[in-house]
């Protein structure tokens, strides 16, 4: 391959090649070890092999560029010089880390092989220069272990056995308590698997083990694991990840070594307090894999001050550097620290709530990047429920773990995550149980309700990976037993799988059955934080291409029912974007006339059945205009065909047959059924629908009418401000909307004129169809309003049906033919497209032409801020989606200044 820029970039001695706005270069790790560097934070030194490699690798059959191993020479030069050791000394060795590192967080998801550059030679050098041999030949065990599990393949498992044979031979439970004899014994059996395994002797050449490891840490970047959470969290176009090799700090020299992990506020709650744990005599991944239990941090502040105290100095730096709150990995070696990496940590929704108020109040951050620091997900896992206290209490918990994760889960437990993605496809709840979580669980993490470990502690796996998925959890829940595959006991008590339980990842407790679950209930924080969201967007002011300036981003709900548009309101809705009134037509007292009506063979007829649910229609406005307080009500008529109400039994069909009766027509029941069948459609999507009814039947839309327009007058005349809008659905030529709108006014004038009182109502239109969109301006003439039905407008755009799309849209991702769903997320290119043309050509007749958006993609943080760019007025969506619509929209205006 040809020679390529720079590759390789060193750190160490206070001054580095690289820095913290290098992310797309160093990866996160990388780029963060570089600044720490550079502002004189203790770091052990190193060197960053940038992603760009990563990129090359997988682009040339995973062969590197021709400079990269003069390069990684050249650099881990500059390691021996800076840390005083030569790599694969006999007498006194440098050890390095081999860890990965993308510019996007990815805790746990690749690979990392540490104590790198032992062998048979110089464990011995190294046992006589530290004079603690038990340390010496530990780190051997724990290399080989690694480097065969990571960069050879040798199943964990295998390793983990031999080591719990020679525990139980001995007698002993705890790595920590085997002798340097026993390690001896633990390596000599790793080395002969390693060769059963391998064919092969276990390598000794420090250069070989090192490219070793940098393979395959490029080569975790494919992992399957790696993957499915770059799928999850929706991380696209990284070059891929970086590769640092550091000079090895050990806190497994003894009982004036440790190592830990802590945050520089509390990442469960967002509370300004140092939070952490570390242990004594371990090295890093026994903190984070979970198998012993770490102590809190304020302990290492009575046993070790002076360390506590510089980590407490490091952490306001760090905090007040990067302005955001800090997940940090430390090694203290007897008796000195050193810092091992920081990111901005990971956090629960209501963490990101109150760290992102608390850090404007302290000045350290202003209120638009308050408003970034926190995601739409963070404030859907507030939404979440919590647990039912009064239930709880009577239960009783069977035991308590630590609250590593905090909300409420409940579900079925099953012991492997392959199981849980299993039933969860069935359609069942399922509560994931483990001894503790690896980074292979994550598919089934992903869909269980809550995560319960009987090991680990609050920054073990499962801790950081469900506080970054919104999931509850509660970790080393250490009296849960396991017995058998399908089976654990708790305190004596025996739990299958299958059997339900719930747990409380806020105070940590378990309780062996199903408890309700309550809505979560807002905080102060969450209300301050929506205010300013609310102040964002309201404040925005946009100039559009065409049109007149845009001020504010609203933000409305789509709701069908009165008590849809009290949840709405509640949740911070500026008005209705979308009522269904199809909905109101499945209410049982309205159906059976309804389908009298659609089985009716004259106007009259049809006309004396609408009459009927005329004043329930009208009573499902008035409830919504109320419950609304003035704000915006867009109506959109009957939009599904009519075989859709049709009765699906003959019980329902002799119902009918009654209600004809009772209006004097008679018609056997063999009659009534070929009629409702004839009204059956081979492309329903296609048929007669929406406008089209009201073309053939227009009594519908004027009855829909009436009812708006009697119910907006009721409101008025008790005094009661109401703001109504009629959407016509489904149009897809300007003379559709010219002559349902004409019929409309007609049945608005002469209910003002019996009433006394003007209704001030509104009508608009739906654009759903291609050939609406690309007719705006002249459509445009005849409404007062645009919405765009995306879900509708996606289907025939694209010609996929979103109820069968997912047959084969999956292929279209892993292919990268599409990047996503478009039915989530709206497609900017084609569907996009049509909307900004559709906005424009509206806009060149009507400068101050009003538009939003009502389809399912009105929720999606992506699509609002698309919806921002392209000059619609406000976005609609479910009303339990509002909140973070409410921020994504606050987030697109800050974004797109």
């Known amino acids: 391959m040809a020679k390529t820029a720079k590759l390789v970039y060193f750190f160490g001695n206070g001054k580095s090649e690289g820095n913290a706005n290098m992310r797309s270069e160093l990866g996160g790790k990388g780029a963060n070890l570089a600044e720490m560097t550079n502002i004189g934070i203790p770091v052990p030194p190193g060197f960053t092999i940038s992603t760009e490699v990563c990129k090359l690798f997988y682009e040339n059959d995973k062969q590197y560029p021709s400079q990269l191993k003069s390069e990684v020479a050249e650099n881990l030069c500059k390691l021996e010089k800076a840390f005083g050791k030569k790599f694969g000394d006999e007498k006194d060795p440098l050890l390095v880390s081999v860890r990965s590192g993308a510019a996007a967080s990815m805790p746990g998801m690749m690979d990392t092989i540490l104590n790198l550059g032992l062998n048979d030679k110089s464990v011995e050098g190294l046992a006589k220069k530290t004079e603690n041999p038990r340390f010496a030949w530990d780190a051997y ?19 983990e056995h031999i080591i719990d044979e020679v525990k139980s031979h001995k007698g002993k439970k705890l790595d920590t308590e085997l002798d340097t004899s026993e390690i001896q014994q633990i390596v000599a059996k790793y080395k002969a698997l390693y060769k059963k395994e391998k064919k092969s002797d276990f390598p000794q050449d420090p250069i070989e083990q090192m490219w070793y490891a940098i393979d395959a840490v490029f080569g975790s970047w494919m992992n399957a694991r790696a993957i499915k959470y770059r799928e999850l969290n929706n991380i696209k176009y990284l070059k891929g990840t970086a590769v640092t090799v550091m000079a090895m700090v050990f806190g497994n020299m003894g009982e004036d070594s440790c190592t830990g992990v802590c945050f520089s506020r509390n990442a469960a709650t967002g509370e300004n307090k140092f939070y952490g744990e570390y242990l004594v005599n371990a090295q890093g991944e026994d903190v984070v894999a979970g198998i012993r239990t770490p102590d809190e941090i304020d302990v290492l502040a009575k046993k070790n001050p002076h360390i506590y105290k510089e980590l407490l100095e490091i952490r306001d730096r760090l905090e007040k550097h990067y302005h955001d709150m800090q997940d940090m990995e430390f090694t203290v070696q007897q008796g000195k620290l050193f810092l091992l990496q920081c990111r901005n940590g990971k956090r629960t929704g209501a963490a990101a709530v109150k760290m992102a108020v608390d850090m404007v109040t302290e000045k350290l951050i202003d209120k638009e990047t308050a408003v970034m620091r926190v995601e739409p997900g963070h404030l859907d896992q507030l939404l979440h429920p919590g647990i039912d206290a009064k239930a709880a209490k009577l239960s009783g918990a069977i035991t308590k773990g630590l609250n590593a994760s905090p909300g409420a889960g409940c579900g079925q437990i099953v012991f492997t995550a392959e199981d849980a993605e299993a039933w969860a496809k069935e359609g069942k709840k399922v509560l994931l149980v483990r001894k503790e979580t690896s980074p292979d669980d994550i598919a089934g993490m992903n869909v269980s309700q809550g995560i319960l470990t009987a090991t680990g502690g609050r920054t073990s796996h499962a801790a950081v990976v469900c506080r970054g998925m919104g999931k509850p959890c509660v970790s080393g829940a250490e009296e849960i ?85 009290k949840n709405a309101f509640k949740f911070g809705a500026e008005g209705i974007g979308l009522c269904r009134t199809e909905h109101m037509f499945f209410d049982p007292e309205k159906l059976v006339y309804f389908q009298a009506m659609i089985s009716a063979d004259s106007t009259e007829m049809r006309e004396k059945a609408l009459k009927k649910i005329l004043p329930l229609q009208k009573k499902d406005f008035t409830g919504i205009f109320k419950a609304m307080k003035g704000n915006p009500v867009i109506i959109r008529f009957l939009d599904p065909p009519l075989h859709e109400f049709i009765p699906h039994d003959e019980e329902g069909t002799k119902k009918v047959q009654s209600v004809l009766k009772d209006e004097g027509i008679e018609i056997d029941l063999k009659t009534l059924e070929m009629k409702f069948n004839g009204l059956k459609e081979f492309n329903p999507m296609l048929g007669h629908r929406g406008c089209r009814l009201a073309i053939t039947y227009p009594e519908i839309y004027k009855m829909q009418t009436e009812a708006v327009a009697l119910a907006a007058i009721e409101c008025i005349k008790k005094g009661e401000k109401v703001l109504p809008y009629i959407m016509i659905p489904i149009v897809c030529d300007p003379k559709e909307l010219s002559v349902i709108r004409a019929e409309c006014e007609k049945v608005i004038a002469e209910v003002e004129k019996k009433k006394g009182e003007k209704a001030n109502i509104e009508i608009g239109t739906m654009i759903e169809v291609p050939r609406a969109a690309l007719l705006a301006d002249e459509i445009a003439k005849h409404a007062d309003f645009f919405s ?10 694209f010609a996929f049906s979103r109820d069968d799309a997912g047959k084969f849209l999956e292929s279209y991702y892993k292919r990268d033919i599409l990047p996503s769903d478009p039915f989530k997320t709206l497609d900017e290119n084609g569907v996009g497209k049509l909307l900004q043309y559709a906005v424009e050509k509206a806009r060149s007749v009507k400068p101050n032409f009003h538009c939003g958006i009502c389809g399912e993609h009105g929720g999606d943080p992506e699509t609002i801020d698309f919806c921002y760019r392209a000059g619609l007025n406000y976005v609609s969506c479910s009303p339990f989606r509002v909140p973070i619509a409410r921020l994504a929209a606050a987030q697109a205006v800050v974004r797109n200044k």
């Not at 065990?141 to 390793?159: C, E, L, P, S, Y």
């Not at 765009?788 to 755009?797: C, Y």
């Open 141 to 159: 065990r724990r290399f080989i272990q690694m480097f065969g599990n990571v960069a050879m393949g040798i199943d964990h498992d295998k390793f």
């Open 481 to 565: 037993k396991f017995t058998s595959a399908k089976e654990i006991s708790v305190n004596g008590k025996t739990y299958k799988e299958g059997d339900w339980m719930t747990i409380d990842g806020t105070t940590g407790e378990v309780y062996g059955e199903k408890i309700p679950l309550v809505e979560a209930v807002s905080s102060k924080e969450l209300n301050t934080f929506m205010a300013w969201c609310d102040e964002i967007r309201n404040k925005s002011v946009r100039t559009p291409k065409v049109g007149n300036k845009i001020k504010g981003f609203g933000v409305r709900a789509n709701g069908d029912q009165p008590i849809d548009a």
């Open 788 to 797: 765009f039905g995306t879900n509708d407008l996606t289907q025939m755009t």
